[in-house]
């Protein structure tokens, strides 16, 4: 059903991209025609990056017909299409049923924005719950279900870290786990979402346990547990119960890999993100900012109930004995530049260790190197 969709997709555009060059033709600029197909294949406005840089290779004598197949390709694009066969079902209105737990700000750049107010730490609660009676995790959001080059490098990650077994939280369909099941890794997955299970990839879907990670039984520990845009999404009224059952699942000498939207600077990566909110702002980077950027509905940007700064962050791993490994860290960086450039979220990350492990973080540095060099595409 997917095939003949994406077939039909690829046949329509095809034909709508085709005109007779002559006299009588309309000429395109490159910029216009990466416009259109941007909101004609994935019906959006392109960000300014993407736009650039289609438009790049447009001009630089890339054919029409590859840059619509790469879109095809594109996770983002394999998702609009599951979205189309699984309609989304509808959240109520969080604004309109309980106004009192929401106040409006209109940003620096004079976007406004919708927050939720969680001054009393039961309003935490309030929210988990309502994610979880409405089953929001059930929708599709921004983390692709395809394999693209994105989960190949988090995957070259895992292996240079010198796994043997890693553990994913919140694995959804398996994409990663997968990956390193072929390479001969003993791989766990876990995760909430019943779709995930649904659409699981087959060669692990007997290897993903569905579960919250305070209620799921992991008896063992593995060299890797990874855990990519997750944690943002814990309860901050448990985060403490939630570190400790991660480090207990951490090997003595592994790591945990942690990729999550931070906000405000760090010594390592720098700001992707700034403190855009005015009660983060005057809160510092201290504590847990008590307001939510929230959708016009009020549910929480892509689920996230936790927004802090990196130090924030890391303190919190400090205090269960999960320290910064910053030698690895700032040589992930240095390796990553181009494609951190193309996806800066993904700068956002820690690999944590325990503070009495004897890993020579030369030996990783090595091996995420002598990984990332074998992914296919990856930029330099």
Not at 238 to 252: H, M, P, S, T
């Amino acid at each position: 059903m997917l095939r003949h969709f994406a077939g039909s997709m690829w046949r329509t555009t095809a034909r709508a991209l085709q005109w007779n060059p002559g006299p009588a033709a309309t000429p395109y600029a490159p910029a216009e025609i990466a416009m259109a197909l941007y909101r004609g294949i994935l019906d959006r406005e392109p960000d300014a990056g993407g736009l650039g840089n289609m438009t790049r290779h447009l001009e630089a004598g890339k054919p029409i017909d590859a840059v619509v197949k790469e879109l095809l390709a594109s996770s983002e694009f394999t998702l609009n299409v599951f979205k189309q066969l699984f309609p989304p079902h509808a959240l109520p209105d969080l604004v309109q049923l309980h106004p009192q737990r929401y106040e409006r700000e209109t940003t620096s750049y004079g976007v406004p924005m919708v927050l939720y107010k969680a001054d009393d730490d039961a309003d935490f609660d309030f929210m988990e719950q309502a994610i979880a009676a409405h089953r929001y995790y059930d929708r599709l959001g921004v983390w692709g279900v395809k394999i693209d080059l994105d989960k190949r490098v988090t995957a070259a990650l895992v292996q240079g870290l010198g796994a043997a077994s890693c553990l994913e939280l919140g694995c959804f369909t398996g994409a990663v786990i997968s990956l390193l099941e072929e390479a001969g890794i003993d791989v766990t997955g876990l995760d909430v979402s019943h779709v995930a299970f649904a659409l699981a990839f087959p060669n692990v879907r007997n290897r993903m346990v569905y579960g919250d990670l305070l209620d799921a039984r992991l008896a063992r520990r593995f060299d890797v547990v990874l855990a990519m845009d997750i944690v943002e999404h814990l309860n901050p009224r448990k985060f403490d119960r939630y570190v400790r059952a991660i480090a207990a699942l951490v090997a003595e000498d592994g790591y945990f890999y942690l990729n999550s939207p931070m906000f405000g600077a760090d010594d390592v990566f720098g700001e992707v993100f700034g403190a855009y909110v005015r009660q983060w702002q005057a809160a510092g980077n201290d504590v847990l900012w008590r307001r939510l950027d929230c959708d016009p509905a009020g549910w929480p940007l892509h689920g996230h109930l936790v927004w802090a700064s990196p130090p924030w962050w890391e303190r919190q791993f400090a205090a269960h004995g999960l320290v910064r490994d910053r030698d690895v860290e700032r040589a992930i960086h240095a390796r990553l530049e181009p494609f951190f450039a193309e996806n800066p979220a993904r700068r956002c990350l820690f690999v944590l260790k325990h503070a009495g492990s004897r890993r020579d973080p030369r030996a990783a540095i090595a091996g995420i190197d002598a990984a990332l060099g074998a992914v296919p595409g990856l930029p330099g």
